[in-house]
């Protein structure tokens, strides 16, 4: 899959052959590292039918072939995505990922809700819209303090067995990188703000009282 792109300063528009036809509702989400978003569409997976497409870790995937296929030649992580938006537009970057999703997922094309824990840009999540014409929208944002967000990395690179002194610098040093890709646009733009500082019980609560009577999706 090839997804050209000459720098004329003008923007070129894609044509997003991606398409949801059966979904009918599709809940965006946005955050920081260690926000909340894969917490978050666990549940509604979960607790209300949704359908993840995962192409936060997808891209991270994606980033790990191409690593291997370089030997580890290869840019940080943070800087690979914004050089490659850079090459082939934000467009392109976000319908390449789509793609080759759905290439190895095709089963998300039948799901009636979807929930996507990877709002990145206004621009991509603009554009990834298209992809769902009958279904109806909604862009939830998940603020958290850099403090808890760290410790939260930590927590879980340690139950993942890595030994970690993640630190707030390093996660300060991560949210810039992904300030380059536009997330901190996304908040502007979004339907719902939710605070995630508090306990995991009082962010599924949070989730629940939009959710319970349809008032998220009824907006």
Known sequence: MNIERKDTGVHTELENDVIFLYCEE???VSGYGGAGKSTFAKFLQQEYGYTRCDL???VRKLYSEEARLKNGKILPFFDWIYNRVSTIGDDGFSLWVLKSYVEANPEVLKAKKVV?????????VNFLKKSFPNATQVLVAITCDQETRADRIRKRMLKAGELSNYSVEDLRKRDSLEDKTGIREVFEIADVVIDNNGNLEDFLQAINSLFSKKSLIAK
């Open 26 to 28: 599709v809940v965006w």
């Open 56 to 58: 936060g870790p997808w």
């Open 116 to 124: 996507i824990p990877s709002a990145r840009s206004t621009e991509s």
